[in-house]
C-alpha cells in the first residue's frame, strides 16, 4: 500500500495546481500550510475507506472538460464524501472552470460594461449618481491618470499631509482595481507619524505613503470606513463582515443566484476571504437566513452552528434589511444590463446596505465552499441555459 501512495502522490504533485494563489487566498491562507498530497491520500483512504486508485479515477474524472478541477481542488472542496455520487461531482467546477462559465456569460465583447465594474473609482460614481448607497471615498492617491475623484493625492507627501491633516477617521484604504481583500486595510487613526490599523497593529506613516504608491499605479482609494450593524456586531465582532450577492439577467428579468455571508476571522480587520479563521455562511436568498456555516477547507474543514468567538447562534439568523439589500443589487445591476451575471459585495451598516465592489466576474468557489454544491448543479441547469441565450 506505501508504494501505492508513494506513486500517486508523485501523480497528484505533477498535476496539482495551487489552487490557494489562484483564489487569492480564497482556499487557504498563505501562512496555514498546505497539507503534503500524500498525506491527504492516506487520510482519505483511512477515514473515508476510498482506495487510493479510487480518488485517482475521481481527480481525472474532473480534470479535463467543463470542470478543469485540479487534484488540490477535488480534496478542498470535499469531492471524495460519499455524498458526492458521479452526477454530483460534475456539478462543480474548479478554478479554470468559474473562468470559462463567467467568460461565456460576460464575453470579452461585453468589455465595455466589465470595466464599469472594475473600475472602483468610476462604479462608486455611477452607482451615487443612482442613489444606491455605496462607500464614500474621501481622497484618491495616485501619481498617474487623471480622476474624478473629490481630492486627489499626487505624492507621498500629499498622501501623508492628508494622514494627518484632513482625513476623517476610521479609513478604509484598498486599490482602485481589483477585489477589496487584497492590499485592503483598516486604519483606525493616526498617532504622530504612525497609522493605528484595525486589528491594533502600528505603521509608520512614511513606509504606508511609499508602499502605496510604489506597489499601486493604477491608484489608491481611501475611504470612509463603515460599521457593522448592531445585530451583525452582536453575532460576528466589531469588524466588517459582507454579503456576497451574485444576480443574473437573463434578457427578461434580474434575479439573486445565491448569496454568501463572509464572515471574518478572530481579531481580523474585515472579511477576507481565504484568512485563517475566516467563515462562510450560506444564506437562502429569499429571507437572508443563515442556512450553513463552514470554516476552513478540505480535511480541515468544520461545520460552525455557532460563532466561535461571541458564541452568538449562527444557523437561522436573518440578515437585517435583506429585501432592501437585493433590491439594491438589483438595480445596481441594472445599470449594466448587457451583463449577465454581477456579484456585488454587500456591507450591511446601521442605516441600510451599502455595495462595496461589482464583480462582472465573480467567484463561484465561495458558492461551492459554502453550500457543499456545485454551481453548475442540475438544479441551475435551466437558469444558465436562459442567461447563456439572453439577448444582449
Request: hydrophobic share 40%; with cysteine.
Amino acid at each position: 500500500m506505501e508504494m501505492v501512495y508513494d506513486q500517486l502522490r508523485l501523480f497528484l504533485d505533477s498535476i496539482m495546481v495551487v489552487s490557494s494563489d489562484a483564489y487569492g487566498g480564497l482556499v487557504r491562507a498563505k501562512e496555514t500550510a498546505a497539507p503534503q498530497s500524500q498525506h491527504r491520500v492516506a487520510q482519505v483512504a483511512k477515514e473515508y475507506k476510498l482506495h487510493p486508485l479510487k480518488q485517482l479515477v475521481h481527480i481525472l474524472s474532473l480534470r479535463f472538460g467543463r470542470q478543469r478541477l485540479s487534484a488540490n481542488e477535488y480534496y478542498d472542496l470535499r469531492l471524495f464524501e460519499p455524498k458526492h455520487i458521479a452526477s454530483t461531482r460534475r456539478g462543480f467546477l474548479g478554478h479554470q472552470g468559474v473562468r470559462a462559465l463567467n467568460q461565456t456569460i460576460n464575453p470579452e465583447s461585453l468589455g465595455k460594461a466589465k470595466e464599469t465594474l472594475t473600475n472602483t473609482s468610476a462604479y462608486e460614481a455611477l452607482l451615487n449618481a443612482h442613489d444606491i448607497a455605496t462607500s464614500q471615498t474621501q481622497a484618491f492617491a495616485t501619481s498617474g491618470e487623471n480622476s474624478d475623484a473629490t481630492l486627489v493625492l499626487r505624492s507621498e507627501k500629499d498622501l501623508i499631509t492628508f494622514l494627518t491633516e484632513t482625513a476623517r477617521y476610521p479609513l478604509f484604504g484598498k486599490p482602485k482595481r481589483g477585489a477589496a481583500g487584497h492590499s485592503a486595510m483598516w486604519i483606525e487613526r493616526c498617532r504622530g507619524d504612525q497609522l493605528i490599523l484595525g486589528n491594533g497593529r502600528k505603521l509608520a506613516m512614511s513606509i504606508f505613503a511609499s508602499d502605496i504608491f510604489r506597489l499601486h499605479s493604477d491608484g489608491y482609494l481611501l475611504q470612509s470606513a463603515l460599521l457593522p450593524h448592531a445585530d451583525l456586531r452582536t453575532a460576528a465582532g466589531p469588524a466588517m463582515s459582507a454579503v456576497r450577492l451574485v444576480t443574473t439577467h437573463d434578457g427578461l428579468s434580474i434575479a439573486p443566484l445565491y448569496a454568501v455571508w463572509k464572515l471574518p476571522a478572530p481579531r481580523a480587520m474585515f472579511a477576507k476571504v481565504g484568512q485563517a479563521g475566516s467563515m462562510l455562511a450560506l444564506l437562502c436568498t429569499e429571507s437572508g437566513e443563515v442556512l450553513r456555516c463552514y470554516r476552513g477547507t478540505g480535511l480541515a474543514r468544520e461545520e460552525l452552528h455557532s460563532h466561535p468567538s461571541t458564541g452568538a447562534p449562527l444557523i437561522g439568523r436573518a440578515m437585517p434589511y435583506w429585501s432592501d439589500l437585493i433590491n439594491q443589487a438589483k438595480r445596481a445591476h441594472a445599470l449594466t444590463p448587457e451583463l449577465g451575471l454581477c456579484g456585488f459585495d454587500i456591507a450591511i451598516t446601521q442605516s441600510g446596505p451599502v455595495i462595496l465592489d461589482g464583480h462582472a466576474h465573480p467567484d463561484h468557489m465561495l458558492y461551492q465552499f459554502a453550500a457543499n454544491e456545485g454551481i453548475c448543479a442540475e438544479k441551475f441547469s435551466d437558469l444558465w441555459a436562459r442567461v447563456k441565450n439572453r439577448r444582449v
